[in-house]
């Protein structure tokens, strides 16, 4: 599971940094590619050329270190990672990161990240306990990072408790089983997404469309290639690559993704349907370019399009079938319907009027309401933090039907 991955570890200043160097040593041995980036506190207790030594890589100390060999060090190790590891993480990053400060080098570059961050909290067990230190690591998990437990036991201020930075070997095991888990459990399985919006023309030249970007949908798509699944992508235009190990069937028209989704459909899965659709379609079509005429209004008609979805969720046999719900007012009810309407086991409401969410943002603010009625309301994370949530819960629902 390790072999190739590609870490950032965050080491900052506790006294548990000398595990960290052991730490490096042991990924290595794994086959992962260790970046180390430092603060200044971690310098105290071991010096960077411990760590360079160690992962074979230059230790990254400094946002204004000319001899980098990055020109934007924190933006490109923000980019290059599989993960993030923050290991010891001091009360003080903890909290920095809870709270968007991006004062040096690791702060900057986590909150830049655009991987997974892990972090193992390491202090003395007062500073662990304290409510604003448990505050902040709430916080974090809602935004998605995930948080190694602290070990319990002897501390080297000499107090016994929680805060002491689990062993090595059990940090490593559980980066292999955080990525066995991310990587591997929707292995065997068909899902198909739908991504980016429809567009239906009005002459050769002009087309009746909207703002998705497709970034959600794509991010759903690539997460769920990584995680083992077989991904068949059905999108409308988009200005993104399409997602490493994911087939792709590009579409038009909200005619041509029923016809690709029906084509899929009957042999995966689980759906995520997160294409912004046009719901009407210009009656007529002309062939050529339509030219300025005096009158000041123009009329197009607009014939009602399928709802893809809706047919979907008529001939659903075992497929899971989750949708996605823009709304710029009355969510939770306008969502509700959709979801009885649909026939869908989840949908994914999103205020698309909020700042951080809906069209061409890398973030999103999201609620999962189910069939049977429960709602989830998400903090605002990254697209692609969203999208391995939803995957979390179409995999639930997938095993609990599968084992009646
Ligand atoms: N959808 C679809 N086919 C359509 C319209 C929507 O498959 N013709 C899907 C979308 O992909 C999304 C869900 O249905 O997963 C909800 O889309 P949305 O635009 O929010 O709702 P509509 O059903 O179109 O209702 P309204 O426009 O009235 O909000």
């Known amino acids: 599971m390790l072999k190739g991955k590609k870490i950032v570890l965050g080491v900052t200043g506790g006294i548990a940094v000398y595990k960290a160097v052991d730490l490096v040593s042991r990924l290595r041995k794994k086959g992962v590619e260790v970046r180390v980036v430092m603060t200044e506190h971690a310098q105290q207790f071991v010096t960077p050329l411990t760590f360079k030594e160690i992962s074979g890589n230059k230790v990254a100390t400094s946002m204004w270190d000319s001899n980098q060999e990055y020109n934007v060090e924190h933006i490109a190790l923000a980019n290059w990672a599989d993960a993030f590891l923050v290991a010891p993480a001091t009360a003080n990053i903890l909290a920095k990161m809870a709270n968007g400060i991006a004062d040096d080098l690791l702060s900057t570059t986590l909150l830049a990240a655009q991987a997974p961050i892990v972090v193992c909290p390491a202090m003395n067990t007062g500073m662990y306990l304290n409510p604003i230190t448990q505050e902040n690591i709430a916080k974090l998990e809602a935004h998605g990072v995930t948080v190694m437990p602290p070990a319990s036991g002897m501390l ?7 805060g002491r930075l689990p062993e090595p070997a059990d940090i490593v095991n559980f980066m292999e089983s955080f990525f066995a888990k991310r990587e591997g459990d929707l292995l065997g399985l068909k899902v198909l997404v739908t991504a980016a919006g429809t567009r239906e023309p009005i002459d050769p030249v002009r087309f009746v469309g909207n703002r998705s970007s497709g ?4 991010a759903v798509a690539d997460e769920a290639a990584k995680r083992g699944a077989e991904v068949l992508l059905v999108t409308g235009p988009s200005a993104l690559a399409i997602p490493a190990n994911v087939k792709a069937v590009k579409v038009e028209t909200t ?13 995966v899965d689980i759906v995520v ?37 809706k047919t979907l969720g008529q001939s659903k046999t075992h497929q899971v079938l989750i949708g996605f719900a823009a709304e710029t007012q009355n969510l939770i009810e306008n969502a509700t319907e959709k979801v009885n309407k649909k026939n869908l086991d989840m949908i994914v409401a ?31 994370m990254p697209k692609t933090e969203v999208a391995n949530r939803i995957l979390d819960e179409a995999l639930i629902i997938y095993n609990n039907r599968h084992s009646k």
């Open 215 to 218: 970034k959600m949908g794509y």
């Open 255 to 267: 005619n041509e993704m029923l016809e690709a989704c029906l084509a899929a459909y009957p042999d």
């Open 156 to 162: 080297a201020c000499g107090t016994s408790g929680p």
């Open 273 to 309: 349907k997160a294409a912004a659709v046009a719901d009407y379609r210009p009656r007529d079509v002309a062939d050529q370019k339509i030219k300025k005429k005096n009158d000041d209004a123009m009329v197009v008609v607009m014939d009602k399009n399928p709802d893809i979805l």
């Open 350 to 380: 999103n205020d698309v009027s909020a700042a951080g969410a809906g069209f061409n943002t890398d973030t999103n603010i999201v609620k999962f309401l189910y069939a049977d009625g429960r709602l989830e309301a998400l903090d605002i």
